[in-house]
C-alpha cells in the first residue's frame, strides 16, 4: 500500500470549487491536480519530510469544507479565533506573572485534561510531534519529589556543590526568599503541581528537539493563565533533578535520554495582581521599514 492511502485524502466535489489553496499550503508539496481538475494526493514514500507531514492545512484552509484528511471531516474543526482576541492576547501577554505563592491545593482535574487536550496543539518542528508532557497532577506526589530533591540540594550545599548556574551566593539569595516570595520552598515554589515537556534529545535535530520543549512550556503557561491558573516558568529545579538529584527525576518517569530544561510550577495562586507591569516595550525590537533600520 502506498503511504498516500492512509491519509484518507477525500475530496468532495460538490463542494470544491479548484481554487487551490490547498495546493499552495501543502508543506509537504504532495497535493496535485488530478485528471479529472481536481485536487488529489500524490504518492509519496513516507510521512514527514518525503511526504505528506500530517498537518492538516489542507483541511484547515478550504473554504469550501470540501477537504477531509485522516478520518477528520471539517465540520469537527474549530472555527479560527476571532478577530477581537487579539486585544485579550495582549492582556493575557503582558500581564502574565511568574507565580511564586499557590494555595495548597489540587486544581479541579477537569481544567487539567482541557489544558492538556488543548496541548496536542502546539507546534512541533516538521511536525515530528515527538514531544510528550509529563504532568505530576497530585500536589502530595509533589511533595514526594520535593522532599527528595530537597534533601540532596541541601545536603550538597553544605558541602558547596551546586548546579551549573548556582553559587553560594544565588543559593543564600534563594534561601532568604523562602521566607517570603516562595513560601518556605525556593525549589518548586510550593506549586502543587508540575507540567514538564520533554522529548528525546539525540542527532542533528537535537535542537528542534529542545525548542518544541521550551515552546510547549510557553503555551501551556499562557493557557494556564486563561483559565486563572497561576504558573512558575523554573530551570533551577530542573537542574536540581537533572544534576543533583537523578533519583528525584527518576521519580517522574521520564526516559533519561528526555531532555527537560524547563519545569512549569501551576496551580490557584495565592496572589491576585490588579493590574499588569509595564516593560519598555520597544529596548529589543528591531524592525526594519522601507529598508532603514
Ligand atoms: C528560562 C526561564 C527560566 C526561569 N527559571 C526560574 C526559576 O528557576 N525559578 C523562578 O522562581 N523563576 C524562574 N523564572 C521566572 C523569571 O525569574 C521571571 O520571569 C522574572 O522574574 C520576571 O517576572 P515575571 O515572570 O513575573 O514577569 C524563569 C524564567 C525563564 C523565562
Redesign the pocket.
Known sequence: MNAKDKTHFLIDRSKCIKCGKCINTCSGMVIEIGPDGYPQMKEFERFGWRGCWRCQHCLAVCPQGAISIFGKKPEDSLPPAPKEMGGYMERLIVN???C?RFLDKNVDPKVITGILSTMAAAPTGGNAMGVEYTVIDDKDRVEEIRKVAYAKMDADAKKHIYTHSFSDFYYQKMKESEKTV?KGDLLF?GAPHLFIAHEKCVGKWAEDSKTNCHLAAAYFELLCNAHGLGT???????EVLNELAPEARAMLNIPKDHYTG?IIGFGYPEIEYARG?QKDRSAKTHRYTEGKR
Open positions: 502574565r506573572r511568574s511564586r516562595r515554589c512558575t516558568i523554573m530551570s533551577y529545579s530542573a524547563l507591569v
